[in-house]
Each structure stands twice: as C-alpha cells, then as structure tokens.
C-alpha cells in the first residue's frame, strides 16, 4: 500500500475500486478511534455503494490509496453502517473542531487532517491542518494556517458550544440535494441539527425536499420560527404544505404567518386538499404564458437553473392572468415538439389537442394511470372553471406511491410484490401508502 500522507476532505467523492478495476462506490467519510497516547487510529472508510447504502470499509482492505482513486480487495460487506460507541467520523465530526495549542499559543480550527500508513501497515491521524483565528477586522483577511501533530493541540471543548459545521459543508458543498440529504441522515442527530442550521435557506430547503417527513418535521422544529419561516419560502409550494401538513395546527398557523404572503397563499391553497387527488399533489408553479408567446420565449423560460426537470418537460398556455390560477386552460407545448419548429412560431398553434386536463379533486390513483398510459412527465389541472391552478409531475406522484421509507430502502423487493403493485395500479386499488398520515389542514 501507498505510504503517502493523504488529506481526508480531499478523499471525499473518491471512487473506490475493486482489483479488477470495477467501480465499487464513494467515500464519504474516514472512521477514527481515540487512543490515550498516540493519535487516533484509522479503522477504515465509510463507502457509498449503488443504492445509495452506506457501508464499511476495514482499512484492512484497502490495498491502495491515491490519484483520486482507492483501491480495496474486493471483500465488501454490504450490511448498511451504523456507528458505534467510540468511533468518529472524520468529515462529519472532526472537520471544523476548535483545539488549543498545548504550548500555550492559543486556539485554532480544525480545518483537514492528514492519514498515513504506519511501519506496520496500520494507518494513523499524523498531522491537522489548522487555521487560528484571524488578527484584522478585514473581512478579506483570513488566519494564519498551520500544521500540528496531534500532541501538540488538545480538544477545546466547551459546554453548550456547538461545533463549527462550516467545513463540513464546504466538503459536501458539491453534492446534490438527495445526496446531502442521505449524508446528513447519516450523522449524529445533534450533529445533523448543527449542520442543517448552518446551511443557507435556499440549500436546506432543496436537501429537506429529500428527506423523509419525520426528519423533516425535526429538523424544522431545531430552527427558530423566523429561520423556519424563511426556508419554508424556498421550499417547492407543495413540499413545503406536505411538511407544515405535519405540524401541530398551531405550529403551522405560525409559519404561515411569518412565510411571504404570496408564498403562504399558496401554501394554504394547497392544504385545502386532500393528500390523495391530484390538488393534493400539484405543485402550484408550473410554466404558464400566453399563446402569442413564440418557441423562443418558451425555450428561454425552461432553460432556468433552478427549474425541475419534469417542470420544465411542458409549457402551459392560458388566457391571462398568467399565474395560478389562471385564466382559461388553453392547452400544453411540450418541451420536445418545441424543438421542432423555428424560434418565431406561437406556441398557440402547436397546443397538444390530445391532453386533457384533470380537476383538483381527481384521485392520485386515476392520475397515475393517466402518467403511464400516455408517457407523460405532467399533467395539467383545473378548476371547475376550466382555469389552471397548477400541474402534477412524475416525481409527485412518485413520492406519492412510494413507501414511506423509500429513501433508506434497501432496493431488494421481490418481484411478487413489485408484480402486485402494478395490479393495483391497473385496477386502481392502489392504497394509501400514507393511510397513518392525516388530512393536511382544513378542508
């Protein structure tokens, strides 16, 4: 094996490899121990394999580590990880702790720290990258940074301090909000808390959206109002009424008080539904313009950053006002017919006249088939006016039948069961997976 040091935050996303060259996942953290005179031992890697498990890795396995790459093996136990007393994951835990210099000069954070293999092919922590404090007002001006040994600093701990969760951040700054989500699962419940609130809003919002509600419900609780307030405003219209649907009825009252008023408008639209239609599922942000909007226009509208893809599949044409709800459903432009057709065409004339649209209170069974019959991402609904009030995407529905516990499942159904699923969606049977969870509000 490789004897180079290695830092840890660098080694976060490395794909691990089997001998034969076959990718066996992610790292997504380093596992240490505490010994009472040497620096913590290294006991191994936590990997993230397809499926989205996290597993253990012994350092023992690992054959070599570097250029981007670890090599291991092959022998991988695939039973999920879950911590024990005593052990400490690096990234999550270490990463952005304060130490003080056993010299006496003072305090610095936790900011890397370094592995190498020792003579007897045991890895150990042989060096922190640390930052003091900085010395000038200037906010250009960073601290000095330093090297240290594990027996020159010791751990500041302080009662009620919370430790800093900035590095750990700027470590996962580059994965996407289901995976973030799944990583913060995966962390000490305190230690979650501490991160979520360090997140900015925009980032919470999008990672909670991914989690399971229970979760959600606990980490929106760990925020003040006014913060909670905040992130429910970035939130996806309906996500955010799934979540305060969660709520004490009190609770959520106060949200939705202190939410931006268009936004709480919305939110409470939403909540006047059952969970189970399809006014339920819909989100209320769809992309609505008017049918002299031409190709171009429309085009410009779904290349946004911040669109869903399945958003983004359809424009909606109506007569005005053009935000829900709207005036008079004309019809839908797929994203693909578009393609088709010169930037100055109206996208009134190319309406797809085989769509029909759903009211409100059509059931998520009905709106499921019509997905699937018709290979469609969204479907329109509409008001008993025929007005636009928002669309049902694959990915609502998706959420919708899915059990609640989809995110840490395992992948590992049986086709029996999977075969009766598809039954039921014939038929129309389909059950509540939510049949514990309560109406969202009143009706």
Same mark, same amino acid.
């Given at each position: 094996?490789?004897?180079?040091?290695?830092?840890?935050?660098?080694?976060?996303?490395?794909?691990?490899?089997?001998p034969?060259?076959?990718?066996?996942?992610?790292?997504?953290d380093v596992?240490?121990?505490?010994?009472?005179?040497?620096?913590?031992?290294?006991?191994g890697?936590?990997?993230?394999?397809?499926?989205?498990?996290?597993?253990?890795?012994?350092?023992?396995?690992?054959?070599?580590?570097?250029?981007?790459?670890?090599i291991t093996?092959?022998?991988?136990n695939?039973?999920?990880?879950?911590?024990?007393?005593?052990e400490?994951?690096?990234?999550?835990?270490?990463?952005?702790?304060?130490?003080l210099?056993?010299?006496?000069?003072?305090?610095?954070?936790?900011?890397?720290?370094?592995?190498?293999?020792g003579?007897?092919?045991?890895?150990?922590?042989?060096?922190?990258?640390?930052?003091?404090?900085?010395?000038?007002?200037?906010?250009?001006?960073?601290?000095?940074?330093?090297?240290?040994?594990?027996?020159?600093?010791?751990?500041?701990?302080?009662?009620?301090?919370?430790?800093?969760?900035?590095?750990?951040?700027?470590?996962?700054?580059?994965?996407?909000?289901?995976?973030?989500?799944?990583?913060?699962?995966?962390?000490p419940?305190?230690?979650?808390?501490?991160?979520?609130?360090?997140?900015?809003?925009?980032?919470?919002?999008?990672?909670?959206?991914?989690?399971?509600?229970?979760?959600?419900?606990?980490?929106?609780?760990?925020?003040?109002?006014?913060?909670?307030?905040?992130?429910?405003?970035?939130?996806?219209?309906?996500?955010?009424?799934?979540?305060?649907?969660? @709520?004490?009825?009190?609770? /959520?009252?106060?949200?939705?008080?202190?939410?931006? #008023?268009? &936004? *709480?408008?919305?939110? $409470? %639209?939403l909540?006047?539904?059952?969970?189970?239609?399809a006014g339920?599922?819909?989100t209320?942000?769809?992309?609505?313009?008017?049918?002299?909007?031409?190709?171009?226009?429309?085009?410009?509208?779904?290349?946004?950053?911040? @669109?869903?893809?399945?958003? /983004?599949?359809?424009?909606?044409?109506?007569?005005? #006002?053009? &935000? *829900?709800?709207?005036? $008079? %459903?004309?019809?839908?432009?797929?994203?693909?017919?578009?393609?088709?057709?010169?930037?100055?065409?109206r996208?009134?004339?190319?309406?797809?006249?085989?769509?029909?649209?759903?009211?409100?209170?059509?059931?998520?069974?009905?709106?499921?088939?019509?997905?699937?019959?018709?290979?469609?991402?969204?479907?329109?609904?509409?008001?008993?006016?025929?007005?636009?009030?928002?669309?049902?995407?694959?990915d609502?529905?998706?959420?919708?039948?899915?059990?609640?516990?989809?995110?840490s499942?395992?992948?590992?159904?049986?086709?029996?069961?999977?075969?009766?699923?598809?039954?039921?969606?014939r038929?129309?049977?389909?059950p509540?997976?939510?049949?514990?969870?309560?109406?969202?509000?009143?009706?």
């Amino acid at each position: 094996m490789s004897a180079t040091r290695v830092f840890v935050a660098r080694l976060a996303g490395c794909i691990v490899f089997d001998p034969a060259g076959d990718r066996v996942g992610k790292v997504r953290d380093v596992l240490v121990v505490y010994r009472k005179n040497d620096p913590p031992s290294v006991v191994g890697l936590i990997v993230e394999i397809p499926g989205k498990r996290r597993v253990f890795v012994s350092i023992n396995r690992v054959t070599s580590i570097g250029s981007g790459q670890i090599i291991t093996t092959g022998l991988i136990n695939v039973r999920r990880y879950e911590q024990r007393g005593g052990e400490v994951r690096v990234i999550a835990e270490l990463l952005g702790r304060k130490v003080l210099f056993t010299d006496g000069s003072g305090e610095a954070t936790i900011e890397d720290v370094a592995i190498k293999e020792g003579t007897e092919a045991d890895w150990a922590i042989s060096q922190l990258f640390v930052r003091r404090p900085k010395t000038s007002a200037s906010p250009f001006v960073k601290g000095v940074t330093n090297f240290a040994t594990w027996a020159e600093v010791r751990e500041k701990k302080t009662e009620g301090q919370a430790q800093s969760a900035e590095h750990l951040i700027a470590t996962y700054s580059d994965l996407k909000p289901a995976d973030l989500a799944n990583t913060l699962l995966d962390l000490p419940r305190e230690r979650m808390f501490e991160v979520a609130g360090e997140l900015p809003d925009d980032r919470l919002a999008d990672v909670l959206e991914e989690m399971p509600e229970s979760d959600q419900v606990g980490i929106l609780t760990s925020l003040g109002d006014a913060r909670a307030a905040d992130v429910l405003d970035q939130m996806q219209p309906d996500d955010a009424a799934d979540l305060i649907a969660q @709520l004490p009825e009190e609770r /959520g009252e106060q949200l939705l008080d202190l939410m931006e #008023p268009e &936004e *709480a408008e919305d939110v $409470r %639209f939403l909540l006047s539904y059952a969970p189970d239609t399809a006014g339920g599922l819909m989100t209320t942000e769809p992309i609505i313009v008017s049918a002299d909007a031409t190709v171009a226009e429309g085009l410009a509208r779904i290349r946004r950053h911040d @669109l869903a893809p399945a958003l /983004g599949a359809a424009i909606c044409v109506t007569l005005p #006002p053009y &935000e *829900a709800p709207t005036g $008079r %459903f004309l019809g839908m432009v797929h994203f693909q017919r578009m393609l088709r057709y010169p930037p100055h065409e109206r996208l009134g004339t190319l309406l797809d006249a085989g769509l029909d649209p759903v009211t409100a209170d059509t059931s998520a069974a009905e709106v499921s088939r019509i997905l699937a019959s018709y290979d469609l991402v969204s479907v329109p609904v509409v008001d008993e006016n025929y007005r636009l009030v928002g669309v049902v995407t694959i990915d609502d529905v998706l959420d919708y039948l899915l059990p609640d516990d989809w995110r840490s499942h395992d992948g590992n159904d049986d086709v029996r069961r999977r075969a009766t699923a598809r039954s039921e969606l014939r038929t129309g049977s389909i059950p509540l997976p939510g049949a514990q969870r309560t109406t969202r509000g009143p009706q």
